[in-house]
């Protein structure tokens, strides 16, 4: 079929020249090229929210905080220091011994700083009282009351995090975003087909005389609206080539800039290869699609009204 | 019954003045007629509504046996592929070679490839224009275009043939031999009309003619018959 529509096809109109003969392209390019970014902008928010769920759900995070130096003291005692890493070890403990966890872990304080980062930079001093946070992986069937219930007992004064809030929160957030991208998408395709159409209307005026002609030798509708289909077709075709390569060129740019951001700043961002072919095919496609409903629709409402 | 029938037709364009009024006469199978009349009188007019590039604001129009006065537009290509018209203005596609306007009808008619190309080289090369095949019309002088309008009006065998002044911008030569050309197609059964001014071709074939004044038919000559 690509063969069929790029091979040299012969207009008895002459659709090919004159004012405005590759403004479909252009116009194409212009729609595939917003349609293709709002797809990677959707492809890129659900990767983000998987990477988070995943992340998040299925654990728990304990957060125990640190002593306070004894009335009169200004340090911490090795006591106080000892029952501290003592109580965050049978916290973790619970891996293996409890029947809605399967892992427990302290996390070292290398990694506690490297949560607290983003807000506090890497200039921290050394004697900064930083919480102790266990990551319990629980069970599928995991009964996060009972265990909070249970965690609480050890530790009354424990900071229980099942990441529900957060998980809505977040899940919410991204699904508004998302749903906001597709209507403009939605918005993006109504305007390429408004200008499609008034294109297509153009040149039916601008060719007014050798449609009447063709109609005069007998042609039927069909046979006229296809050359004109024909001719949207393989603009649009070219208009989305280029509207697509246009959008990867300025994503890999825009991905080769934000590699010197701070990453611990940018969620994790991967496209597998279906997401790549989604994001080539879907806007070549759709845009094909488009111009071809269009042209036909167009162009034979306005013939019906020729004689 | 006749081929092509018109029954007090009336034509006027838009909220104009009646351009033909009570035209009534019908065409016989086979027949041959000359249209004559002073410029303005509605020949033109007359030429429309015969290769349907009209349809009349009154009256009935019968052609090949059906009412196409209120026939469904989608009905009409199939009754304008049975008639070849020579317009006056030739209405040749300018981007398109003398050979692919002339091959037109028969690609629109679905007619194989093959076929189509001997066709059009061969008749081509009976008006003259062998040579120029792949000219584009605005390259061709006014003889030479209007060669080539005839040679599109007549490729597919029409049944009817209608031609507006089709020797009016060729040498006598050849006028004389598109005219046997129309003579040849009418043995063989297609029905022509012509618009022309020229007495001498009118009294050299001597077929009847049929004379227009003021939009109305007023003299139908032998071989036609008033409707």
């Given at each position: 079929m690509t063969r069929k529509i790029f091979q040299k096809y012969q207009y008895d109109i002459a659709l090919e020249s004159g004012v405005g003969a590759n403004l479909v392209s252009w116009a194409t390019g212009l729609m595939v090229f917003f349609m293709t970014l709002a797809i990677a902008v959707n492809i890129g928010l659900a990767s983000i929210t998987d990477n988070w769920v995943a992340g998040l759900s299925g654990s728990l995070t304990v957060e125990l905080q640190p002593p306070a130096p004894a009335d009169g003291k200004e340090k911490v005692s090795d006591e106080q220091e000892k029952a501290f890493t003592t109580l965050a070890e049978k916290i973790a403990a619970l891996g293996g011994t409890h029947a809605g966890v399967t892992a427990g872990r302290v996390l070292a304080q290398e990694e506690v700083l490297k949560l607290i980062e983003p807000w506090l930079g890497t200039a921290m001093p050394a004697d900064l009282p930083l919480p102790a946070l266990i990551d319990l992986t629980l069970a599928p069937d995991a009964d996060t009351a009972a265990l909070k219930k249970d965690i609480l007992a050890i530790a009354p004064k424990a900071t229980v995090d099942t990441h529900d809030d957060t998980l809505k929160d977040v899940t919410t957030l991204v699904n508004t975003a998302r749903l906001f991208v597709m209507l403009l998408s939605g918005v993006i395709m109504l305007l390429a087909i408004v200008a499609i159409s008034g294109m297509v209307r153009a040149k039916l005026a601008i060719h007014?005389?050798?449609?009447?002609?063709?109609?005069?030798?007998?042609?039927?509708?069909e046979y006229i609206a296809r050359q004109f289909r024909h001719h949207t077709l393989?603009?649009?075709?070219?208009?989305?080539?280029?509207?697509?390569?246009?959008?990867?060129?300025?994503?890999?740019?825009?991905?080769?800039?934000?590699?010197?951001?701070?990453?611990?700043?940018?969620?994790?961002?991967?496209?597998?290869?279906?997401?790549?072919?989604?994001?080539?095919?879907?806007p070549i496609l759709a845009?094909?699609?488009?111009?071809?409903?269009?042209?036909?629709k167009t162009v034979m409402k306005a013939l019906a009204r020729l004689d | 019954m006749a081929l092509v029938s018109f029954s007090n037709v009336g034509l006027r364009y838009s909220t104009g003045p009646e351009i033909l009024n009570?035209?009534?006469?019908?065409?016989?199978?086979?027949?041959?007629?000359?249209?004559?009349?002073?410029?303005?009188?509605?020949?033109?007019?007359?030429?429309?509504?015969?290769?349907?590039?009209?349809?009349?604001?009154?009256?009935?129009?019968?052609?090949?046996?059906e009412d196409v006065t209120r026939?469904?537009?989608?009905?009409?290509?199939?009754?304008?592929?049975?008639?070849g018209s020579v317009f006056q203005d030739f209405r040749l596609l300018a981007h398109l070679s003398a050979y692919d306007n002339v091959a037109l009808p028969m690609r629109i008619a679905g007619v194989p490839e093959d076929h189509t190309r001997r066709?059009?080289?061969?008749?081509?090369?009976?008006?003259?224009?062998?040579?120029?095949?792949?000219?584009k019309p605005p390259t061709l002088s006014g003889g030479e275009q209007q060669r080539v309008a005839i040679a599109r009006a007549v490729i597919a065998r029409p049944k009817l043939l209608v031609a507006d002044e089709p020797t009016g911008n060729i040498d006598p030569e050849i006028g004389m031999k598109i005219l046997l050309l129309f003579e040849e197609l009418n043995k063989h059964g297609t029905t022509i009309i012509i618009a022309t001014h020229d007495a001498d071709i009118i009294r050299r074939f001597g077929h009847p003619e049929m004379r227009l004044q003021d939009g109305t038919l007023i003299m139908p000559k032998s071989g036609v018959k008033a409707a």
């Open positions: 007014h005389q050798e449609v009447e002609t063709l109609h005069l030798i007998g042609a039927h509708d393989k603009g649009t075709l070219k208009g989305a080539v280029a509207g697509v390569a246009a959008m990867l060129l300025t994503l890999y740019a825009i991905g080769q800039m934000t590699r010197t951001i701070d990453s611990s700043l940018l969620p994790d961002l991967h496209l597998t290869e279906k997401d790549w072919a989604l994001l080539v095919a879907a845009g094909a699609l488009i111009a071809h409903l269009t042209a036909q | 009570d035209v009534s006469f019908s065409l016989e199978k086979g027949s041959f007629h000359f249209l004559t009349g002073a410029s303005g009188a509605g020949k033109t007019s007359l030429l429309k509504l015969l290769y349907l590039g009209k349809r009349p604001t009154r009256g009935i129009v019968t052609m090949f046996g026939m469904k537009r989608e009905q009409l290509p199939a009754i304008r592929r049975q008639i066709n059009v080289t061969e008749l081509l090369r009976w008006v003259g224009l062998g040579e120029k095949m792949e000219a």
